[in-house]
Structure formats: structure tokens, C-alpha cells
């Protein structure tokens, strides 16, 4: 399988649940990043990895929990939502340098009940 | 923070048609990305443009960077309805390190058969 992939492609959980999104790129790229994309508003960057390594946390609220456990993967934990996080969750790998573009991955819907 | 203003939000048009976006921005990019999203998918990169002035040709689409380096447009010549979706501009920044972009709104156009 080539490309990012992300799991489940929809999610729909109460308040109270735990949940985790699953990225997993085979690209051979070194750095990941989570993206929040809601209606009528620009992708807002989340966190970055670059070489396992959170090199940015944009002030993202503690129910997101990120998790990097090698170059290929990448985890956002999630607890205790809010309805207001409902939006497109996206995921994206590049390789290192801004020029080359990122891929993205099909996104998760999630839906907070 | 470095923003990026995409223009017209919406866009309509019947096949057949030609139409211009806009990207505009106070800041200087070393790079400008375009990016189409499809519904239920994630975006899809098009093109980057690197050089002041830059002219680059994807079969229909025309896209140019500024000469400043701060706007950038994409030109699409006969649009058909496959060329529906949402349109991403992404700027990387002079100042930044890394691979981290800067998004703008999007366009959504849509092209009636």
C-alpha cells in the first residue's frame, strides 16, 4: 500500500469516550503533522513531527494527544471531547523540505455527540 | 502569522468556462503550493512555484506566482465538471524553518455540466 492512510475514515463518539486516529504513511518521508479542517476555516495545523521528534504543538487543547512511535505511524489520542472538535481530522507526510509538497491522507471525519 | 487570502470563497460556472482564483498575502513566501480536495478526500497537491514571476502549465490549468512573491493565481481554461472541488492555496514561509505551511481558506468551485 502506497501513500497515507488513515483510520477509521469516520468516527462518532460521546464526550466521555477515549478514541485514537491511526496514520501510517509508506512514502519513506520524515515528517508528519495532524491537521484540524472545519467548515469555512483555513487547515489549522495541529502538531508536527519531524524525525519522531514533536517539534511544534500549536496550542492544541490537552484532550489531543499525539503519539509518533516510529517515522511511519502516527497516533491522535483523543479524551473527553467537545462537540465544537467535530471537524475533518488530516494527516500529512513530507519530506522535510516545504517545496516538495505534502501528502495527505483521506482524513477522519469525527463527530462528537 | 503569515496569511494567506484566497478570493472568490464560492465560484459557480457552467462547463465551457474560464476562470480565475486568487491568492494574496502581505508576507513574502519562498514557495506557493495549490492543492485541489475533493469531497471525503484530503488535498491534493498540483503544482509548487518557486521563482518570482513563475509561470507553470498543467494541461488546463495555468498557475503564476507574483513577481513580489506574495500572490499568486490559478487560471483554468474551459473548466469541466471534473475540476470541481476545493482549491488550496499554501504558502512556505522565508522566516520559517521546517516543513510547516501556511493554508489559505480555499476556493470551492463548482462546475455545472
Known amino acids: 500500500e502506497t501513500g497515507v492512510t488513515q483510520t477509521p475514515r469516520h468516527l462518532v463518539m460521546g464526550m466521555t469516550n477515549k478514541k485514537s486516529l491511526k496514520c501510517e504513511q509508506h512514502?519513506?518521508?520524515?515528517?508528519m503533522y495532524w491537521y484540524k479542517q472545519s467548515a469555512k476555516k483555513p487547515l489549522e495545523l495541529m502538531f508536527v513531527y519531524s524525525l519522531e521528534e514533536r517539534v511544534e504543538n500549536n496550542s492544541v487543547p490537552s484532550r489531543f494527544s499525539p503519539e509518533c512511535p516510529n517515522s511511519s505511524h502516527l497516533f491522535l489520542h483523543l479524551h473527553t471531547l467537545q462537540p465544537e472538535d467535530s471537524a475533518l481530522y488530516l494527516c500529512?507526510?513530507?519530506?522535510?523540505?516545504?517545496?516538495?509538497?505534502?501528502?495527505f491522507g483521506s482524513g477522519t471525519r469525527l463527530t462528537v455527540v | 502569522t503569515q496569511l494567506l487570502e484566497q478570493s472568490p470563497q464560492f465560484l459557480s460556472i457552467q462547463e465551457g468556462e474560464n476562470l480565475t482564483v486568487y491568492c494574496n498575502s502581505s508576507?513574502?513566501?519562498?514557495?506557493l503550493q495549490w492543492y485541489r480536495q475533493e469531497p471525503g478526500e484530503g488535498p491534493v497537491l498540483l503544482v509548487t512555484v518557486v521563482t518570482g514571476g513563475e509561470v507553470k502549465k498543467l494541461k488546463r490549468l495555468t498557475f503564476q506566482f507574483g513577481d513580489a512573491r506574495k500572490d499568486s493565481s490559478l487560471h483554468i481554461t474551459a473548466a469541466q465538471p471534473g475540476d470541481t472541488g476545493l482549491y488550496l492555496c499554501a504558502g512556505a514561509g522565508r522566516e520559517t524553518s521546517g516543513s510547516r505551511l501556511t493554508f489559505g481558506e480555499g476556493t470551492q468551485l463548482t462546475v455545472n455540466p
Open positions: 512514502l519513506g518521508h520524515n515528517a
Open positions: 508576507s513574502v513566501f519562498s514557495s
Open positions: 500529512a507526510s513530507s519530506q522535510g523540505q516545504q517545496l516538495y509538497g505534502y501528502t
